[in-house]
């Protein structure tokens, strides 16, 4: 049995600890909101937050998560935070296809939380792991500006 | 009410769904008793299949092959060459030859593991240079001529001063839309319904009814949110709803096909690879006395989409320039490589990219600044264009350069750089400009004799409406802008207009989701229909109205002649890069970007800078970052950083204006969109790389690789 914390809540599987993380929060827990673009870490659609960090939830085998405090989209956006950012989002533009979006979402919340007046160039660096085809990025960007500012004193 | 300006942006009508994450895309689908279908791919490049081997299957697997399919074994884009299930001929490593159904993936891919078949392997041609040089025996799926009699050219060349001979290419562009492909065929007493990522509904269905051989009723197609599209879901989908269809269809079960990155990278379609050889006659003074172009084409192992391809990189082949005496020629041409398809541009970006190389590197024969250079022979209003046709509405591209030459402070900036480049060794600055268009919707007739796109609305009891059109949203924003033009006709909020995704069990056929044509041809639609509405409307009572595609006429297109209007309307744009390159690692560093476009009138500001910013993103990339290649009929880049797409470091601010100028067959005035932005990317990126280096370049990607080549290479000459 390896037991974490998914979302706020202690939970508990008897998977075998060579599983995905990103299977088991979408096969198992039936969490949907992690996406899988590549399955390789190098899009960043399945981005968690494990202890605060966010990682590609595609290259961690379960069995390295006992006890971990696991946050994934489908919990954080019940937040007050997350809605500052989906707000946001929707005002730069920031959203087209979407499918790069619950793990964009999940990149800004851990920079924002570490830096909560990133500059331009940070905020890049901080979403680099994460690719979009659609927007260019930019209007991203300036989401996660926006969202700095408008959730001043909170992140 | 939607009172404001059309072009006052709202908030989209997915984005809750999509930010949460809790929209479904096909892979979030779960169903009870679903099977997963993986396909076995030929391993060879061309040759006659012997025989198939399988391993034996355990209980609960089955394979499922040619054999099973009711209907024709082929997918028809335009000709019938595409096999749902290879099981004669194979084409090229990766054609789906068969396709093993079962509960467990891990299973299915041991199983792949231990199939043995037996191919006999013929000569295969790998590479667009073979194909060029054996085109009369190795296939030729579409060719076109046109223009000045070559006569003409001939006499007009012994008469010149001097000829300038140029070839260039381009390369590959892989789609890395974020969603993989997938599909989803469930089966049902009375039909088949397919679900998926796609772009073309009814592409999709008319597939299925021809694979099936069964009635119009019995298939049904649900678009799916869809990640991503750019072109890779407009013909591919098609292939795979056969594949489910024809699995559901005899395991009685629910059936998804869900490709991996690898996969995905390898035997979907991409970009077409090109070739461009030039002939160019210049006086003394270096003016253009005639100019002739052959372009090819590698079209991968089917026809596809490609002779429309190649239609519309020749339309392009003059760029926006009204040529003396222009000539063309072009041919798509077989290989044994994966199929390419539709890439956003569809043919013009390889076009411009060569064309705008090719006038730059001639006005520097010219000893002129490419811009003057290129703004002498600049198509205006009531020219014509190479096809004979007619650039009926303004053109705004003079205004539009003075603009950015002003904004950039173009003179100032080229002293700048070049006292920079003077004093710096190791770092190089430059800046290049593109000047572009895009014909909007299908070229020529096609609207009027093969899409005849038909929209529906339909209100309720409660005075809702509902948009019924097959247009896909794949992230630019269809569900919005077409939701807007419904509000604003009918003066009811936006809220009350709903547009779920298109089923086509409810909606009419209104066309592929394709060509830049949805916001024009059927948003136009779109308003006609909500006026008639309007008109009719009777409060608590349900009604509904239909509208159908008129043809707007113009100088009748002849697509054997090549001659007349090729497009109803163009969309316009222009690009200025600023540039930083590294002549020690060849490495460029994109420091500035400006865009100025013409698309008529925006439906809603922040979509169109969306899809600005995307499309000038990848079309930069296109040009200096994004290389794939292949190699005995092998794509060589199977993951996302092999091939290297833009990541948000890569990527700076851009400047970008719309200039209004509405197009009156346009709902509101406007005019396509999706790929414009993307077709002035590489070549202005290009010509900063040359400005900075004062080298010249003829093929894109440039890569560092490239630029180290091109630079010692000039210092070899030099010491020569």
């Known amino acids: ?155 | 009410m939607l009172n404001k300006d059309i072009s006052t942006s709202v908030k989209k009508k997915e984005h809750d769904g999509k930010v949460s994450g809790q929209l479904p895309y096909i892979s979030d689908v779960k169903l009870d008793t679903l099977l997963y279908g993986v396909l076995y791919r030929s391993p060879v490049a061309y040759g006659k299949v012997r025989s198939i081997q399988l391993p034996p299957l355990p209980a609960g697997y089955e394979k499922i092959g040619a054999e099973h399919i009711p209907g024709n074994n082929f997918v028809k884009i335009l000709k019938e060459d595409q096999p749902i299930f290879a099981n004669e001929w194979v084409n090229y490593i990766g054609e789906p030859m068969f396709m093993l159904v079962g509960p467990e993936l891990d299973i299915l891919y041991q199983l792949l593991e231990q199939v043995e078949v037996d191919i006999e392997e013929h000569q295969a041609i790998f590479t667009l240079k073979e194909a060029i040089e054996q085109k009369d025996q190795a296939g030729i799926f579409a060719s076109h001529e046109f223009g000045e009699d070559l006569d003409v050219i001939q006499s007009i060349e012994k008469n010149a001063h001097q000829v300038i001979v140029e070839e260039y290419e381009t390369g590959y562009q892989e789609h890395v839309y974020l969603e993989p492909q997938g599909m989803l065929g469930i089966y049902k007493q009375d039909e088949i319904l397919v679900e998926g990522s796609m772009q073309c509904l009814y592409y999709v269905k008319n597939a299925l009814v021809s694979a099936l051989a069964c009635e119009d009723d019995e298939v049904r197609v649900i678009q799916s949110p869809t990640g991503g599209g750019f072109g890779g879901k407009e013909d591919f989908p098609s292939m795979m709803a056969c594949h489910v269809a024809v699995a559901a269809k005899v395991v009685k079960k629910p059936v998804m096909l869900l490709f991996d990155r690898a996969e995905d990278m390898e035997v979907t379609t991409k970009r077409h690879p090109a070739k461009f050889k030039y002939r160019t006659a210049l006086d003394k003074q270096g003016n253009i006395l005639c100019m002739s172009v052959e372009l090819f084409l590698d079209s991968g192992a089917n026809a596809g989409l490609s002779p429309v391809v190649l239609q519309r990189a020749l339309l392009n082949s003059a760029g926006v320039y009204k040529i003396p005496h222009f000539h063309a020629k072009g041919y798509a041409l077989k290989t044994n490589t994966v199929p390419n398809g539709a890439f956003r541009g569809f043919g013009a970006p390889q076009s411009f990219a060569a064309i705008e190389s090719h006038m730059g590197h001639i006005s520097k024969k010219a000893n002129r600044d490419s811009i003057e250079y290129k703004r002498n022979y600049m198509v205006k209003q009531g020219d014509p264009t190479i096809t004979n046709g007619k650039f009926k509405d303004p053109v705004l591209l003079e205004d539009m350069i003075m603009d950015l030459m002003k904004v950039t402070d173009y003179a100032k900036k080229k002293a700048e750089y070049r006292s920079f480049n003077q004093k710096s060794n190791r770092y190089k600055k430059g800046i290049g400009a593109s000047f572009f268009l895009h014909g909007c919707g299908f070229t020529g007739s096609g609207e009027r004799d093969h899409i005849k796109a038909t929209v529906k609305l339909a209100k309720t009891e409660n005075d809702g409406v509902q948009i019924k059109i097959s247009n896909a949203d794949i992230g630019q924003g269809v569900l919005t802008t077409m939701s807007k033009i419904v509000a604003k006709e009918l003066d009811l909020p936006y809220e009350d207009i709903s547009f779920p995704y298109p089923d086509t069990k409810v909606v009419p056929d209104s066309g592929p989701t394709v060509a830049s044509r949805t916001t024009m041809i059927v948003g136009k639609l779109l308003e006609r229909a909500a006026k008639k509405l309007k008109e009719q409307w009777q409060s608590g009572v349900a009604q509904e109205v239909i509208e159908h595609y008129v043809h707007e006429e113009m100088i009748p297109w002849n697509e054997e002649k090549f001659s007349g209007d090729a497009y109803p309307a163009y969309a316009w744009g222009i690009n200025f890069i600023e540039v930083e390159v590294d002549t020690l690692t060849g490495n460029v560093r994109v420091e500035k970007v400006y865009g100025s476009f013409d698309i008529g009138k925006a439906i809603d500001e922040r979509i169109v800078k969306g899809q600005i910013d995307g499309g000038l993103v990848q079309g930069i990339a296109y040009g200096f970052m994004e290389k794939m290649t292949s190699k005995s009929g092998r794509i060589q880049q199977k993951s996302i950083s092999d091939y290297g797409p833009p990541t948000a470091m890569d990527v700076v601010h851009i400047e970008s204006k719309l200039f209004d100028n509405p197009y009156a067959g346009g709902p509101y005035g406007a005019k396509g969109v999706g790929e414009l932005p993307l077709t002035g990317g590489a070549p202005a990126v290009q010509a900063a790389i040359e400005d900075a280096l004062q080298i010249s370049f003829y093929q894109i990607p440039v890569t560092p690789e490239y630029i180290i080549e091109s630079l010692m290479k000039k210092a070899g000459e030099a010491l020569d």
């Open chain 1, 1 to 155: 049995m390896i037991k974490f914390k998914l979302n706020g809540k202690e939970v508990e599987t008897s998977a075998p600890p060579t599983l995905r993380l990103i299977d088991l929060l979408r096969d198992e827990f039936d969490l949907i909101g992690t996406k899988e673009g590549c399955g390789d870490g190098e899009c960043g659609a399945c981005s968690v937050m494990v202890n605060n960090l966010v990682q590609n939830s595609c290259l961690i085998p379960i069995g390295a998560i006992e006890c971990a405090d696991i946050l994934t989209i489908d919990g954080y956006s019940k937040t007050e935070l997350f809605k500052i950012l989906s707000d946001c989002y929707s005002e730069a533009g920031a959203v087209q296809c979407g499918f790069c979006i619950p793990g964009m979402v999940m990149a800004s919340a851990a920079l924002l939380s570490e830096n909560p007046n990133p500059t331009e160039e940070e905020i890049r660096e901080g979403i680099s792991g994460n690719l979009c085809r659609c927007t260019g990025y930019n209007m991203i960007v300036d989401a996660i500006s926006l969202a700095a500012k408008k959730g001043d004193g909170i992140w």
